[in-house]
């Protein structure tokens, strides 16, 4: 991995879910059951339904909240709260990946598409919420997603993102094309094909980032 891509970075974007813990895990399979229960409940359908149905919006809408907001009109607040009432604790602290990270020159900032307090919540239980100055969800956006281009510049623009001087880390390819054309550096964090918008690609994101700064684990 040539550094010197990086050298020029002084903002560091991340997603949240299966970026800074690996998938598959305990916490994601949670919200998997509660986006299910919720849509049994507010669409009166059978479990296989539901199932099918969360995977078909995240697939088309990029997530299932967008899928429900766009045929729907469901309340996004009410599915917030009520999906994201989960355990954190089963997330394992990461002393490794918070000295990794902390190593960064300049700004770390969190961009999922899950909601703020989530973020938050999440980054508690790694043991890496310090390290990050800013937390961006799906409420900062006006309820717009990843990958759709407009959530992209909201919170660049909330966050005065110089695109030429970032990086962006995500799981999911189709969330590194619209940082890819602002100017981004890209890296995808997990197993894909190779694709012109992602410059990177790592499936241990705290070696990757020790290779840019040669950070040790916290004691």
């Not at 010197?4 to 002084?10: E, M």
């Not at 918008?197 to 980032?209: E, P, R, S, V």
Request: glycine share 6%; hydrophobic share 40%; net charge negative.
């Amino acid at each position: 991995m040539p550094v010197a891509d990086f050298t020029h970075v002084r903002d560091w974007v991340f997603d949240l879910d299966h970026t800074l813990y690996p998938a598959p895990g305990p916490l994601f399979s949670q919200l998997d059951v509660r986006m299910e229960a919720f849509l049994m409940r507010a669409l009166n359908l059978p479990r296989a339904e539901a199932a099918r149905l969360r995977h078909d919006y995240w697939q088309t809408h990029g997530t299932t909240l967008a899928g429900l907001m766009h045929h729907h009109g469901t309340d996004p607040h009410e599915y917030l709260a009520d999906v994201e009432k989960i355990d954190f604790s089963v997330l394992t602290p990461n002393p490794a990946l918070c000295a990794a990270i902390a190593a960064l020159p300049g700004r770390k900032i969190v961009f999922t598409n899950g909601s703020r307090d989530y973020a938050k919540n999440a980054t508690q239980a790694l043991g890496i919420h310090d390290v990050f100055e800013e937390y961006f969800g799906i409420d900062d956006t006006e309820f717009v997603c990843k990958p759709n281009t407009e959530a992209f510049h909201r919170v660049f623009a909330k966050a005065g993102i110089a695109c030429d001087r970032a990086a962006m880390f995500e799981d999911d390819p189709r969330n590194l094309t619209t940082p890819h054309a602002l100017g981004m550096k890209t890296v995808l964090v997990g197993p894909a094909a190779p694709a012109p918008h992602i410059h990177h690609q790592t499936d241990n994101l705290t070696a990757f980032l020790r290779q840019l700064t040669g950070a040790k684990a916290c004691a």
